[in-house]
């Protein structure tokens, strides 16, 4: 079964400071997407960043960027210059290159502290 | 540009009263539809996801229902809400044909009494 784990279920950092959140996926597919959504109180769903599997360099948006280690099957958000707008909840995803539905991890709420 | 409205952005209806929720897409053509639900402080559940007019598969066996009357329409119906029914709904959508990311729209949080 394809799964999405996300081992950190809340964080707290300083404004300003970097964090990084974890994630961690299960497949068999060698071609695949892995995203990162926000979802902050308003609890409208953004997307943050996005990766293919074929691409070797991770992508970057901006404070946004990701580390993908796909030997490892991680998929970790590094979030630099923390601001308050960063509060939300965070959500790794991952789609199968052959499949129409986004597999979910169960999300980390980041509260970034004044 | 895209953009996806939901509404009503919140309701709340009696146990056993029947439910309506409406989701729209414009700027884009054929696009896959999604209904998720979420409860408070979780994860996402997918509960019906349609790849074009008419067609809908269902995730979740439950009393609720979707359709798709037009391209870029999709509703999300109970005959019947359960309490259990309470939640946050969210419809997405993807570029139709092709593995893409989803955007979301604004949600409805559902009530039942």
């Known amino acids: 079964a394809q799964t999405v784990t996300q081992s950190q279920p809340e964080m707290s950092v300083q404004e300003a400071e970097t964090v990084t959140l974890s994630c961690t996926y299960d497949?068999?597919?060698?071609?695949?997407?892995l995203f990162w959504y926000k979802q902050p109180p308003s609890r409208q769903m953004i997307l943050v960043i996005r990766?293919?599997?074929?691409?070797?360099q991770n992508a970057t948006e901006n404070r946004f960027s990701v580390n993908f280690q796909k030997a490892a099957k991680s998929f970790s958000l590094k979030i630099s210059d923390s601001q308050l707008g960063d509060t939300a909840m965070y959500f790794c995803?991952?789609?199968?290159?052959?499949?129409?539905?986004?597999?979910f991890g169960k999300g980390t709420r980041l509260h970034i502290l004044p | 540009s895209q953009t996806i409205h939901q509404w009503p952005a919140t309701l709340v209806q009696p146990v056993g009263s029947p439910l309506s929720l409406e989701c729209t897409v414009e700027?884009?053509?054929?696009?896959?539809l999604y209904w998720y639900r979420q409860a408070a402080g979780r994860g996402l559940q997918l509960l019906f996801y349609?790849?074009?007019?008419?067609?809908i598969s269902s995730e979740v066996p439950q009393n609720l229902s979707a359709s798709r009357p037009q391209d870029r329409q999709f509703i999300l119906s109970s005959k019947k809400l359960l309490l259990s029914d309470s939640g946050f709904y969210l419809c997405?959508?993807?570029?139709?044909?092709?593995?893409?990311?989803?955007?979301f729209g604004p949600g409805t949080r559902l009530t039942v009494t």
């Open positions: 997405a959508w993807s570029v139709g044909g092709r593995v893409a990311e989803q955007y």
């Open positions: 497949t068999s597919e060698n071609n695949y997407y």
């Open positions: 990766q293919e599997a074929y691409k070797q």
């Open positions: 995803a991952f789609i199968p290159n052959r499949d129409d539905k986004i597999i």
């Open positions: 700027g884009t053509s054929n696009p896959n």
């Open positions: 349609s790849v074009g007019i008419g067609q």
